[in-house]
Structure formats: C-alpha cells, structure tokens
C-alpha cells in the first residue's frame, strides 16, 4: 500500500505542498478532501517538500486533507473504445458512460527523431478556397487560427474537420464555453463524425488546472492512433486559455514573468505540443488546427506571437473571413504543384490583383482620381470577396480555380493578367 | 571510494536538478542522474557549498529525491575526428541516424552513442617525423575525408607546451583510435595521439599564431546581401526578423550557394519540419563547382524546438566548437544557426530556475556576453606554421518577440555583429524576398561592386522612398514627373536586382561575376536620364523595362539568349534615354 501524508504544509494558488519521501518528479497524486477526491502532479520537489498541482483547484483543500501519491504519471487510454466518447481533461467520462483504463500509455511522450520526419506531400481539402487554393493544408502540417474574440473560428474549425478526410478527429476544448462544446458536438453529430471522434473538453466553468492537461491528453492518443495507420486530425481550441493557464500556474510557484506575465518557457511548451505534427513514414499521421484569439487582435501578444515561431502558418480569420494576407500556410508549396498546372498560377495572380484592389480602395476613400485600370480592379476586388473569401463557400480546388478563371475573364483582357500564354490558352474562359 | 564522485538528488525543478555532493565538482562538468539503469546526462551550471545545480538535456520524470548522480570530472565536450561531415547530430553530438536505428521514431531519453564510427578506418599519411617540434594544434599527418582531401591529424588542442615528435605511424590504413603519433613534452611525459580527440564546447580553439582582419567577402551569391550588405570570410552577420519574414529560407539560401569549403548548420529551437527538409535535399543537390552533393559538405547540428532544452543550449557550442575543429585544417567554414533567440530563451529559462536576478524581458543579466563571446569564436586565422589561414563565418537568425528589434537577444547581436540583415515585415508581406530592408540594413565589410555606386543606388532607394511616402499623402496627381520618375527608378532596382528568387534554378545564386556585370547596368539605367511626356508613359516603360531585366535574371550568365536579352534591354533603354 502506497502512504498517505497528511500534513499539507502550504497552500497557494492551484498549488500545494506536502512533506513526503521517495516521491517522483511528475508524478500523480490522489488528494482527498471535503470537496472529494482530485488528481494532483507533482511540479518540484525541494528536499522532503513536494509541490503539486491540484486539477481541480485548491479551493475547499485543508492542511490535515489526505495526499496519496499513485507512483506514476499522468496516463491516458489508447484504446479503440475512445472513439465516440467525451472525457474532461483530466480524462474522466464527461458522457456518464463508463471510464476506460485499458492500454494506458503515458502522456508527454518523447518527441521524434527529426531523422526519421518525412517531407509532407498529401493536401488535405477543405472545400474553402481560401484554404485550398491560396493557402493549402497539408497532413501533418500544424497550424493555428489567429483570431479575434467573437469571430466565427469554432464554426470553421468544426467545418474542416467534417470536410477532412481523415479517419479520427481528437478534439481538445480548452476554456471552451459550454454552447461552443454543444456546437462541436451536434454538428460532428449531425454529420455522423462522433463515432470517429475523441473529445477532451474543458469548459470555461471547469478547474483551469485540468485545461494544461487536454493538448497532451489529445497528442498521447492521436500519437497511439497514428503509429497505428490513422490519419488523425487533432482540433485544439483555444490554445490562447491553454497559454493562461501556464501563465497562472507560473506565477503561482513565483516564476519570473518574462513578456506581459507570460513565463519564459512559453514557447518550448506551445512547441512541445505542435511539433507532435508528424507524418510518420509507414504509418499514420497527425494534423493540428488549432485556435489561437488574439487579444486585442494583436499578432504581437506573446501567445500568437511565439504560436507563430512554431507553427507552419496561419489562418488569419477576421471580419468572418480568412484574410488573404496574414495568412500563410508554409507547407503550401509541398502540393500545390502537383494539384493541377495553373493553380499556382491562379494563387499567384489573384492575389496580386487583390492587392492592387486594396490599393485602388485606398486612394479611392483619399479622394483620388480613378483610372479605368482602378474601375476593373474594384469590380474584380468585390467578385474576389463574395466568391471566393465568403466563408459559406463550399467548392472544390477545382471548381474554385475554374471560377478564379472565370473572375480574371470578367474583369480583364487576357494581356492584362500577365499569365503565360500557355496557359492562358488552356483555362481562359470559351466564349459561348 | 567510488562514492566520492557520486552525490544525490535534493531537488528537482523542471530540468533542473539539485544536487548534493561530498567531495569536489567542476562547473559544466558532466553528471549522470540515475533512474535505476536509466543515466540521464546533465552538467553542472552552479555550485553553492556542498549543493550543485545542473541543467539536465532530458526530461527529469520519474526522478526522485534521493537518486543517485554521477559526477564524470569531464567538461560537456565534443569528440572530434574525420567522419564528422555529413552527419546529424543533436546539441550533444549524438549522431540521430543510428538512434532512429536504434530507437525508432522516438527520442529516447538516456540513449547516448559515439558521435563517430571509431571502427571506420581511414588512410593516413604522415606529414611528420621523430624529432619534429610541435605543438597544439600542429599537423601529424593527414587522411582524406569526402571533399577534404587534408583531414589532420593534429596534435590534441588539450596537450600544452612544447611537445617532441617521438614516433608516427607509417603511411597506410588504421581505425581511428590506434596510435598514430607519440609526442613528449619537455618534462619527459610521453603521450599517444589517435585520430580522435574531445573538447570542451564551452572553451574556444586558440591553437593559432594570431586573429587576422576579415576583409575578403564571403560570396552568398544573394545580390541584395553580397553588393549592398556583404559579409566577409571570417565575419559575423545576423539576420532578426518577425516570423515569416523569411529568416530560415534566406540561410537555406545562403548554406546552398555560399563559397566556403564547410558548413555547418545549427538548427536550434526552430521547426523540425524544415531540417527535414535539409536532411531529405542536400544528399541530392549536386554542386556543379565540386560535383559533390551539398551533404558532403555539411553537419547538421538539430536540437528542434521540442527536443531537450538544455541541450538546445549546449547545440549552438557543438557547432561552432566543430566550426573550430575544421577551421584548425585552414579551411572556411560558415556556421548558420537558426535561431540564437531559442538559445537565448533556453539560458533564460535556466535563469528562471536558478532564481537569479533577471535582466530585461527576464534574460539573463550575463546575455550580452555571452552572445559577444559566441561571436567572437568566429574570425579568420593564421594557424601556426605562420601561412595557412582559416576562417569561421556565423551567421545567426534572431527572432524578436513581436517582431520588435529593440529587445536584449537582437540588441545584443547588433553590438557585436559585423553585417545587420533585418528582413521587414512589410517587405515580406508584400513578397519582396528576400525581405531584407534595403535603408535599415548595414555591413562593415567590403561589397564586390564599386562603393560609389552603390552609395548612388542606396540614394535613388532613399529618395524613391521619400516620393513613395509623399505620394501616399498628395497622390500621384501632386507629384511631379521628375520625383516620380525617381520613385520609379527605387522600385526598378528593387525588383530587378534586391529581389531574388530563390525558388528559380537559375536565380536563385548570382555569382560575384555576374553581381558586378548586372549591377553595372542597373546603375546605369539609374543615372539615365529619360524622357517622358507623362506619368503614365513612364509608368509602363518602366514596366516593360524591369519586365526585360526580370527575364535576364531568369537566364544563364553569358549563354547566347543572355546576350540576346541584353540586347533588347538596350534597345528599350534607347528608347526614352536623353542623351547628353
Ligand atoms: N526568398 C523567398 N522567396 C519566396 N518566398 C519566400 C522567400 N523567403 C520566404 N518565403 C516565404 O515565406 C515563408 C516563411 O519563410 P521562413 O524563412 O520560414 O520565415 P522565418 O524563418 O522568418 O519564419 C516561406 O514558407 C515562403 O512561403
Ligand atoms: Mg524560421
């Protein structure tokens, strides 16, 4: 039998400390009080002193409750059973079925062997033309959704994941108001994606120490699920609260802050999490969407800003719309020459024009002349936007290619688009 | 007696371990704490009384109060040999290839191997005799490694003084850890040197008579860095910017078609994804100047962003102490790390954990000099037989929270840097790549082309940028035909020769020849004086024209449509130029 201490010796913040022997550096513990029974790991431990952090908080927690040290880390199921199923982000069932405790496996596990990466080749589709024409999705890219409060990126992210082909979807909700959580699952429900889907949701109301834990709960099982042939797409949502959540942790144990409070190892833990992207050579892979709300719509918030580092891009969502600049997607370039011949063309192009568009706006609202050049571009500035950056806009790559054809014909004479004569000749609109 | 080396744990801290001894440690000593038969390599970074702080490069899970560590008396070190090129190491040197072989997928914590094959064997031939006088540093003889054809065998940098050639091996094949020279020292102590040899990464290689001026330029083939902002042969630059501004593709660039005999890339605390990129490319990029592949003539040093951190700090060491290694064979080596910020964030988050008064942004009061000292390890040096020279080159991406250049890590490297390449946001949003900012940006070393010129071409960006702002207030309709003709003049020299694509075959590497040719042309169509009866006439000449020069950049050097090309880019100039 395992001891039980008894003598909790300081109480701060989520953390407490007890005095104990022979107990391991990230080990879980059973602190029992009033209030029940919680998870707590252990976070330092100073000679006999040993600080943990209490999943459900300190609150309610006395200095004679009881400690049971389990001598292990956290663990998490990797069983098939998961799919379907809702568990909080400490891994309890948050659907009133039964827990789950076979193949348990670690979580936080050691990251790849960069020698054994591969370079990413296979484009996910989206059916979003911002996305897979302008910034394509690769398997195995990570990429986060910066965002501002109030924008519509659950919706998008949910949207992905039922047009992805993928065979699981883990989502991890992280400070995730309880309408967002029904959001998700209805409509993974109503497409019939649950029973490929793993959640682990923390919701706004539950104990901020349990959000640290759902991206590492999520990466355990998609890394499990991937090694076994799946192609996973691992959802995170917000990875903002998750940065918080650091944060507090962090000042509790009285860490020097080193950007707006933020501790200094904001970006090794964000980049713990994302570079478990991977495609692994011979077996499956994980993907990462993940969203990121930009205070103050600020790319330059430590969390957004270290997110950036890290990740393969971004999708800059505003307005209700994936903003064309500021969106980036780095792996893009793996596969958007293998799609079809004039997509990069098309990419290239319309992008251009958008720019000029912007432009031409501009020096329209300070009250400048407009040319007849400025005239064409506004006409083709409102068609880019409503056709193709319009969010309710469900096409193929192709189709959207097609239409971007379509776009540049209504607006331009072939010579004015500076595109190789080749293929101009090939996709230029048939007069009918 | 063999507990006298050992102590155990008192505390436990993230990476960081504390931990009590009873005899004596060393600072940055090695130890191993022990899970079981589980070793976990850390070093010392901190002794206060009979308790030693250490950074540990793993993750301390599982460890407990109590457990056992094992101190080495041995500094963290490199081992050093031929069969050094073409690897990929980690921050600690261990060769990741064989521990994919042996571990699979995954990094396994406390799994160290040999950096180096010591069963390879190698043909040796002597360079010295019995009775020969030298000293650290000094050649025994040689064996071909790849493209180095003179790998030395060279006296151990570690032995000190005055050493008496007593025996070499005779010409013919060994493996690397048979007896390939005795040397005695004054004292009589007599010593065996092998191929191989460690070092400690923290102490720099001094074995040279003296540190030379940098002046020859280092040719990057980038023309915006070799004739505005040229970096030299034993030279130092960096290169901040904000992510996406185009930092890891410009050194990918720079590693590709730099004219050094060695590089070596120090990918530390970035993405995994792009060294794959290196590691899955360069064994198939042929050099057309060597016939060899890029592989062969580089090492990778890859400590990722989610691979240990501590050994993230420990891999930026690695690289330049092997940087040193071949310097010492009187051969340029160009040492990239991508970024020196993560380095810099890995020392704060030690810092944190040692509690010691921080400085801004949390770093380390001592950042400064570090980063200075790190630096300084790079230089052009005349080795001791007082003719043969050898050069380091770093060259380090920072990555500025926010973007934001005034803060300590990129403050820090201006000081001490001599070439300052900041990649903009703004240029880079806009698709200028190479973003780097042509007015901002700034070299102390010697470009390939003419000063005066490119004081002239520095001057029409200047002034084009000057009517760009001003346009931007009183519109085109303000602005009159000769400013506006020098604005775009700004944008003909931005976009036909500062920006370089580097994902064309052909213009994607400039050489230094080319660089002088075609810059020549530039300025002249910059001094030209035009005539035009409107803004919108020189608007589309200036088109047409940069549209001419775009394709030439996309052609050849010197081939027949070169020439053709050239020929068309005259006849347009002649088009409008006024002649005096
Ligand atoms: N020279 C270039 N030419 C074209 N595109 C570039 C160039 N440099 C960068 N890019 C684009 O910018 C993206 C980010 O570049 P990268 O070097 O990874 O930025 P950083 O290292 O500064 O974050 C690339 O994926 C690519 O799309
Ligand atoms: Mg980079």
């Not at chain 2, 191929?195 to 720099?204: A, Y």
């Not at chain 2, 904000?242 to 050194?251: I, N, R």
């Amino acid at each position: 039998m395992r001891k039980v201490y008894h003598k909790i010796i300081q109480i701060a913040g989520n953390v407490i400390t007890v005095e104990a022997d022979g107990v391991a550096y990230n080990d879980l513990a059973e602190v029992t009080s009033a209030r029940g029974t919680s998870l707590a790991q252990v976070i330092r431990l100073q000679d006999r002193k040993v600080s943990l952090q209490v999943f459900t908080g300190s609150r309610g927690i006395s200095t004679g409750d009881e400690v049971r040290f389990l001598g292990r880390p956290m663990r998490v199921s990797s069983s098939e059973e998961l799919l379907g199923r809702i568990f909080t982000g400490a891994g309890k069932p948050r659907d009133n079925r039964p827990e789950i405790t076979d193949k348990m496996i670690e979580i936080g596990g050691p990251s790849v062997n960069p020698a054994r990466r591969i370079i990413p080749r296979k484009m996910i589709r989206t059916g979003i033309p911002m996305i897979d024409v302008f910034n394509t999705l690769v398997e195995s890219q990570k990429l986060p959704i910066f965002s501002v409060a109030g924008e519509p990126y659950n919706e998008l992210l949910a949207r992905i994941a039922m047009q992805a082909e993928v065979d699981v979807i883990i989502l991890g909700g992280m400070g995730l108001k309880y309408d967002d959580y029904l959001t998700f699952r209805n409509t993974l429900d109503e497409h019939g994606a649950l029973s490929r889907t793993v959640m682990f949701i923390h919701t706004a109301s539950d104990p901020v120490v349990e959000c640290l834990l759902v991206p590492d709960m999520c990466l355990a099982v998609a890394e499990s699920y991937a090694l076994n042939n799946k192609r996973v797409l691992v959802l995170l949502s917000d990875m903002t609260n998750f940065a918080d959540a650091e944060k507090e942790i962090a000042i509790t144990m009285e860490q020097i802050p080193s950007n707006r409070g933020y501790p200094g190892d904001l970006y090794s833990q964000l980049a713990a999490r994302y570079e478990k992207a991977v495609d692994f050579e011979g077996a499956g892979s994980i993907t990462i969407l993940a969203v990121t709300t930009m205070p103050g719509d600020d790319v330059t918030h430590p969390v957004p800003d270290n997110t950036g580092y890290i990740t393969e891009g971004q999708f800059y969502l505003k307005n209700g719309r994936i903003e064309p600049f500021g969106s980036l997607s780095r792996l893009k370039q793996q596969v958007n020459g293998k799609t079809r011949e004039d997509h990069r063309t098309v990419m290239d192009t319309m992008i251009r024009f958008y720019a000029d568009y912007k432009e031409t706006l501009e020096k329209q609202s300070m009250g400048f002349q407009m040319s007849s050049w400025d005239e064409k571009l506004l006409k083709y500035g409102k068609l880019f936007e409503k056709n193709m950056m319009d969010l309710s806009v469900n096409i193929s790559l192709e189709d959207a290619l097609d239409l971007g054809w379509k776009i540049f014909a209504e607006c331009f004479d072939k010579t004015e688009t500076g595109i190789k004569s080749d293929l101009i000749e090939k996709f230029w609109p048939k007069k009918s | 007696m063999l507990d006298s080396n050992n102590g155990y744990v008192v505390g436990v801290n993230g990476n960081m371990l504390t931990v009590e001894f009873t005899s004596s440690v060393t600072q940055n000593e090695v130890a191993y704490a022990k899970i079981g038969d589980l070793k976990l390599k850390a070093e010392v970074i901190r002794v206060r009384g009979n308790r030693a702080d250490l950074q540990v490069f793993e993750s301390t899970a599982g460890l407990k109060v109590g457990d056992e560590v094992e101190f080495t008396k041995s500094l963290l070190s490199v081992t050093l040999g031929p069969g050094l090129l073409k690897q990929v190491y980690d921050g600690l040197q261990n060769p990741l290839n064989k521990l994919s072989e042996k571990s699979g997928f995954f990094l396994q914590r406390g799994v160290y191997l040999d950096a180096l094959d010591f069963d390879s064997e190698w043909l040796f031939t002597p360079m010295a005799a019995p009775g020969d006088h030298v000293s650290a540093g000094d050649p025994l003889g040689y064996v071909p490694e790849g493209i180095v054809e003179k790998h030395y065998i060279m006296v151990p940098f570690a032995f000190r003084g005055n050493w008496e050639v007593t025996y070499v091996a005779p010409a013919g094949t060994y493996k690397m850890k048979e007896c390939m020279a005795r040397l005695r020292n004054e004292r009589g102590e007599e010593r065996e040197v092998t191929m191989v040899q460690e070092w400690p990464v923290k102490v720099p290689v001094t074995c040279y008579k003296e540190k030379l001026m940098a002046t020859k330029p280092l040719i990057t083939q980038q023309r915006i860095i070799d004739t505005f902002f040229p970096v030299a042969q034993g030279g130092t630059f960096c290169t901040p910017g904000p992510f996406g501004a185009g930092k890891t593709v410009l050194q990918h660039s720079i590693s590709r078609y730099a004219d050094v005999d060695i590089v070596i890339i120090a990918a530390c605390g970035e993405r995994a994804g792009e060294v794959v990129e290196i590691l899955r490319e360069y064994p198939e990029l042929v050099d057309p100047k060597t016939g060899r592949t890029l592989m062969d003539r580089s090492i990778i040093i890859c400590n990722t962003s989610s691979m240990p951190v501590a050994a993230r700090e420990a891999s930026v060491y690695t690289a330049v102490t092997l940087a040193e290694y071949y310097r010492q064979m009187g051969l340029n080596v160009l040492l990239l790390a991508d970024s020196t910020s993560r380095w810099a964030q890995a020392l704060r988050e030690m810092s944190g954990r040692l509690e010691e008064i921080p400085g801004e942004e949390a770093f380390p009061a001592y950042l400064e000099s570090l980063i200075a000292s790190f630096y300084e390890r790079a230089g052009l040096v005349l080795l001791n037989d007082g003719k043969t020279k050898g050069s380091i080159t770093i060259g380090g991406s920072v990555s500025p929270a926010g973007g934001n250049f005034e803060e300590p890590v990129t403050q820090a490297t201006l000081k001490v840097v001599g070439a300052f390449l900041g990649l903009s946001r703004e240029r880079s949003s806009a698709r200028r790549f190479p973003a780097i900012h042509p007015l901002e940006s700034w070299s102390h070393y010697k470009s390939v082309v003419n000063a005066d010129e490119i004081k002239y071409a520095r001057e029409i960006l200047r002034r084009g940028q000057e009517v760009n702002q001003m346009m931007k207030v009183v519109g085109e309709e303000g602005t009159t035909l000769d400013d506006f003709v020098i604005y775009l003049k700004s944008e003909f020299l931005d976009f036909v020769y500062l920006q370089q694509n580097t994902f064309d075959e052909v213009d994607a590497a400039s050489s230094a020849e080319r660089q002088k040719y075609c810059f020549n042309k530039v300025v002249n169509v910059l001094k030209t004086r035009f005539k035009f009866e409107n803004k919108e006439q020189a608007r589309r000449f200036f088109q047409e024209l940069r549209l001419t020069f775009t394709d030439l950049n996309y052609l050849p050097f010197k081939t027949e449509e070169f020439i053709k090309q050239e020929e068309k880019i005259n006849a347009k100039i002649q088009e409008k130029a006024v002649h005096a």
